[in-house]
């Protein structure tokens, strides 16, 4: 158990459906990091959020992408009208405090849009 | 905007073998360093991390990196590498001193231990 837990595992769509995935961090951890994972490459990072504030979201794929975290703790992060190009592993983690306290990761949703 | 660059894409060793894989950043202010270790199935565990001081780090699993500024540098080593090490090494760095928050990762290695 990393302690950051990303829900759902696995998500199929079809080409065209809006898709959301939950992201739960450390509880005392107060940022929380979206990554997006494509076979053979690093992590890309997409967006952060410090408390409930978004503080970088330019990052963002398109558009489509959007993350929200509402009261501070949970994360979302929805596609839009997804396309066969956004099947990636989506990956989530959570950190104290800025970059220099290192960030604990989930295991990560696998999108696979069909 | 940082850059990361990991010179090997797959390596194979035999057990007790000695492991160094390269890295390579680009960014011209200060930077915070890591390294990353995915095992198959598994998420990405931190190995360790370089954000000040003494630029030889040592991490967990008996690895360890050193720093090289003026080659920017953060290459990772282990003295015997063992089957169990096989995994995915991933190299990150952010913008130290305050700056913009979030990893930016090379693309990794794919190291494979051979019993």
């Known amino acids: 158990d990393t302690g950051v837990s990303q829900d759902p595992r696995h998500k199929i769509t079809k080409r065209g459906q809006n898709v959301t995935f939950r992201c739960d961090p450390i509880s005392e951890h107060n940022r929380l990091y979206w990554y997006r994972q494509t076979l053979g490459q690093g992590p890309e990072f997409l967006t952060y959020f410090q408390n409930e504030a978004q503080l970088e979201k330019s990052r963002l794929l398109s558009d489509r992408f959007s993350a929200e975290r509402p009261k501070g703790s949970f994360s979302t992060l929805e596609i839009q009208r997804t396309e066969q190009g956004d099947s990636a592993m989506y990956l989530c983690?959570?950190?104290?405090?800025?970059?220099?306290?290192?960030?604990?990761f989930g295991s990560g949703t696998r999108l696979t849009v069909v | 905007a940082q850059s990361v660059s990991q010179h090997n894409h797959h390596v194979i060793l035999s057990e007790a073998a000695s492991l160094e894989l390269g890295c390579n950043y680009s960014y011209g202010g200060t930077v915070n360093l890591f390294w990353y270790v995915q095992y198959p199935g598994q998420h990405l565990q931190l190995l360790l991390k370089y954000f000040s001081g003494d630029p030889l780090v040592k991490g967990i699993k008996g690895f360890e990196a050193e720093f090289i500024k003026s080659k920017f540098s953060f290459n990772l080593r282990k003295p015997s590498v063992q089957w169990s090490d096989t995994a995915e090494y991933f190299c990150a760095v952010n913008a130290g001193g305050g700056g913009a928050d979030g990893l930016t990762f090379g693309k990794g290695t794919h190291l494979i231990i051979q019993p």
């Open positions: 983690a959570s950190s104290l405090g800025p970059g220099s306290y290192g960030y604990t």
